[in-house]
């Protein structure tokens, strides 16, 4: 069975730019995850979707906005990008239901704001 | 606020040492607790633990979870210099806005030969 993919793998923006990401969940998993990981925070949960619906979100601005689609890949967008924005970028896939949280993560996407 | 922490932050071993990593967490609404193992790239998964399943082994590398003190240890004997990565506990939790995953900074191993 392949496992999560995401792309782009690196990117490079400017500030001000906008970027989108996307994430190909597990075949059979419906939820899908993002997290964006720095050296200073750690890992930190930006929202999840299942089922084409945002299920869950943490703390983030509302610059940081996603979607999912019916074949349950999801992308992810930041606008107005900031030099904090960069990140590796990492979403994450499960069966979202019947207690089988189990996430795996896909190698995740390199962001660099300049 | 829910929260995870992890001891310690850095380790330093030698091929063949035990270690034992602790995770301890504050959640609301506990479901289950998660290790990983995080090399270059993204993190892989290695144990679940939750109420019914407080205890996993697999080959040098074992977990167990204790609801009462709120925390969870993974002890990893005889280790290898493949075993250097930094390790992630995570908890999922009911409550506030994050129902998802909670994690804690890490804990970096580095086995030396």
């Known amino acids: 069975k392949a496992g999560v993919t995401q792309t782009p793998r690196y990117l490079i923006k400017t500030r001000g730019q906008q970027v989108t990401l996307s994430c190909s969940p597990i075949s059979g998993h419906r939820s899908v995850s993002w997290y964006q990981q720095t050296p200073g925070q750690g890992l930190q949960f930006l929202f999840e979707?299942?089922?084409?619906?945002?299920?869950n979100k943490g703390n983030f601005p509302g610059r940081f906005s996603g979607r999912q689609f019916s074949n349950s890949r999801s992308e992810m967008n930041v606008s107005t990008l900031e030099l904090g924005d960069s990140a590796l970028y990492l979403c994450a896939s499960s069966h979202g239901t019947g207690g089988q949280e189990t996430q795996y993560f896909g190698p995740g996407t390199r962001l660099l704001v300049l | 606020e829910d929260k995870v922490v992890q001891s310690p932050l850095s380790l330093v071993v030698h091929e063949g040492d035990t270690v034992t990593l602790n995770c301890s967490y504050e959640v609301t609404n506990f479901r289950s607790l998660l290790w990983y193992k995080q090399e270059k790239k993204a993190p892989t998964f290695l144990f679940m633990l939750?109420?019914?399943?407080i205890e996993k082994k697999s080959g040098r590398l074992s977990s167990i979870l204790d609801k009462k003190e709120l925390s969870s240890i993974l002890n990893i004997t005889a280790t290898q210099t493949g075993d250097s990565a930094i390790y992630l506990c995570a908890v999922i939790g009911y409550g506030g806005s994050q129902g998802n995953l909670i994690f804690g900074k890490g804990t970096k191993l580095s086995v030396k030969p």
């Open positions: 979707y299942f089922s084409e619906t945002q299920r």
């Open positions: 939750t109420s019914s399943g």
